[in-house]
Every structure is written in structure tokens, then in C-alpha cells.
């Protein structure tokens, strides 16, 4: 059987982040998906030019796009997310989506304390903009620099910046940084919940804006479940985990863990 993978993508990227992984996990059989979220189904550059799609849109509405996509599938699919797009695959998995989940450096739900110093610098600029859930925002490459790939080179820094980073809708991140007040907030997982597919949660020791230890509360608020939930740290990582050099390691830990669950 070939088992499809869908890959879901975070914040200031489009599904081309995944340039690397999907085709190590094709030569290893894998049918690979790697669609964009809602109007961010368009070259960088057009979307750099004309972001006003993104205005507005909601992290529900991104699960819901996902979710919609998931169903039309033949069957359903394994989810490896990053940074947001962790969060969305474990919604996905919530509601009794996909087979399994790895959620790489994921932005915490609802109920995980997410308020480290590190992730605060990295997005104050972005929250305090007046009406941020209404915006379009940009992000400069100073932001991008101190957040995702603070140990790259320059250039190396410089070359992921022009290649993949876009405008983002501000909503999403208003949407989670006020979720602990929020009774219906979107991010909100039932981390008790048994019937849930198997995941695994990888982190980067050197992340700044989603550092090791959200991810490790993150791990540790799924104790009451049943359902298998594994997690795994890696050493010299920053948020650019999927993109930066040793990538092909967590993507080969990724491969490994789905073999052992043995869903062929």
C-alpha cells in the first residue's frame, strides 16, 4: 500500500518550505502532498506583491481547508506539520483525522503556557500592530533572523529569507496568543482523548520562537491519554529545523517512527 503523507506548512512560508522532505519521503515510497494554505496557493513573489487574500483569515479556517482536503483523499493520511502547521496536525488528529501525526517545532494549543521570553521577542513587533487580527503583516529579516535561523550564516540566512518568507494575516496570532481567554478559541485539543492516531512531537534545542520547553509541556499535557504520544529533542536545531543543514536527520527519526507503527 502507499501510504500519503500531507504536509502542513507554519506562519511567513508557503508549502515550499517542504522542498527537502518531500522528496527524501517520496524515494522512500510515500505519496507526498504539500498544499498551501488559503491564498497562499500562488508563486512567493505574487503573494509578496498582493497579500490582501491573507487578510482576516483564521486559524479555523485554515483546519477547516485542510480537513476538507483530508476527506477527499482515498484514505486517510499520515500529517507532518511544522511550527503552526504542528498545531493544525493535532487539531487534525483531535477530530479523528489521519492515520498519524508529527508535529515538528508546533506552535502549542490551548492549555500548553506558550509565553517564554524568546517567543514573545520574536513576535511582539508583529502582535502589538493596531488591529493585528485585521492585517496583513510583514515580517523584516531582522524578525525572521532572531526567530527561525539565528545560528545560519548570513548568507545562508539571507538566501531562506528572499527564498520562502511571505506576508502572514495577523489573526492567526492574535487567535493564539489570546487563547487562554478565549472559552471557543480554535487551538483548543482534548489532550484526554484516546482514540486519537499516534503522534510524535520533535523540537529544536535551539528554537526561539516555539523554544524545547513549550514543546516538552506540549508532550506532557497528552500524559492522561491513551493514545500513543512520543517526542523527541534535537540538539543544534533553531525553528528552521526542516530546512536547515542536519535536516535529513529528523527526517530520517520522522521515517523511522512511522515504520514502527506498522500502518501498511
Not at 150 to 169: K, N, Q
Not at 190 to 203: C, K, S, V, W
Amino acid at each position: 500500500m502507499t501510504r500519503t503523507i500531507v504536509f502542513i506548512h507554519g506562519a511567513w512560508v508557503t508549502g515550499d518550505c517542504w522542498d527537502r522532505f518531500v522528496p527524501f519521503f517520496e524515494a522512500k515510497g510515500y505519496r507526498c502532498l504539500a498544499p498551501s494554505w488559503p491564498g497562499k496557493d500562488r508563486p512567493v513573489e505574487a503573494i509578496r506583491t498582493d497579500p490582501s487574500p491573507l487578510a482576516g483569515l483564521g486559524i479555523g479556517e485554515i483546519v477547516d481547508h485542510y480537513a476538507r482536503m483530508m476527506e477527499g483523499l482515498d484514505e486517510p493520511p499520515i500529517l507532518i506539520g511544522h511550527s503552526f502547521g504542528g498545531l493544525f496536525t493535532q487539531l487534525l488528529l483531535d477530530r479523528g483525522l489521519g492515520v498519524a501525526g508529527i508535529a515538528i517545532d508546533s506552535a502549542p494549543p490551548k492549555g500548553v503556557w506558550a509565553y517564554e521570553p524568546t517567543a514573545l521577542r520574536s513576535l511582539i513587533t508583529t502582535l502589538l500592530q493596531w488591529r493585528v487580527w485585521r492585517k496583513v503583516v510583514r515580517w523584516k529579516y531582522s524578525n525572521f533572523r532572531y526567530a527561525f535561523v539565528h545560528t545560519l550564516s548570513e548568507a545562508a540566512a539571507h538566501a531562506a529569507y528572499d527564498r520562502y518568507v511571505i506576508p502572514e494575516s495577523g489573526r492567526i496570532f492574535f487567535q493564539s496568543a489570546v487563547a487562554l481567554l478565549s472559552p471557543k478559541s480554535p487551538i483548543k485539543v482534548n489532550f484526554a482523548n484516546g482514540a486519537r492516531a499516534p503522534l510524535l512531537l520533535i523540537a529544536g534545542a535551539k528554537d526561539r520562537i516555539v523554544p524545547p520547553v513549550i514543546n516538552r509541556r506540549n508532550h506532557r499535557a497528552y500524559a492522561k491519554s491513551g493514545a500513543r504520544t512520543d517526542f523527541r529533542e534535537f540538539p543544534d536545531r533553531t525553528h528552521w529545523i526542516i530546512a536547515q543543514d542536519g535536516w535529513q536527520e529528523v527526517a530520517e527519526h520522522a521515517a523511522g517512527w512511522l515504520a514502527n507503527l506498522g500502518l501498511d
